[in-house]
């Protein structure tokens, strides 16, 4: 069984979450979804509309996605490679290089973002 990982905080859910979590199944055979945690979205200096347990539902019910984990640090990546013996990491093509240091462990893909929508672009939306 090849497995696959990506990370986000995936709020405000929209199309481009969907294009990236069903191009990311394709490439293997079971999909792990590591969403960030209210704690570390602090860190990061994000404020989620939804709270991870209601993110961490609505992944779960997305047919693509095959396990949803909490993503509690930067430093976690490695390890989850490792404890769930993934084959491929996966990110948008926004990060290329960031994860490369994920080569040692496993292959690392970085997806074209799908064009006309962000996560951001809709919260600036809402505002106006």
């Not at 294009?19 to 989620?48: C, M, P, Q």
């Not at 994920?102 to 997806?111: A, R």
Request: glycine share 4%.
């Amino acid at each position: 069984m090849k497995k696959i990982i990506t990370y986000g905080t995936f709020d405000l859910l929209h199309w481009g979450h969907i294009n990236l979590l069903r191009r990311a199944k394709e490439l293997g055979d079971y999909l792990i979804v590591a969403v960030s945690t209210d704690e570390f979205n602090k860190v990061k200096h994000k404020e989620s509309f939804h709270s991870f347990e209601n993110r961490k539902l609505i992944l779960e019910a997305i047919r693509y996605v095959d396990e949803v984990i909490p993503e509690e640090n930067w430093d976690q990546k490695v390890t989850d490679v490792q404890k769930y013996d993934v084959d491929v990491f996966v990110m948008g093509n926004d990060w290329v290089g960031e994860f490369d240091f994920l080569k040692d462990y496993c292959e690392v893909i970085y997806l074209d973002r799908t064009e006309g929508i962000s996560t951001t672009s809709i919260k600036n939306q809402l505002k106006n």
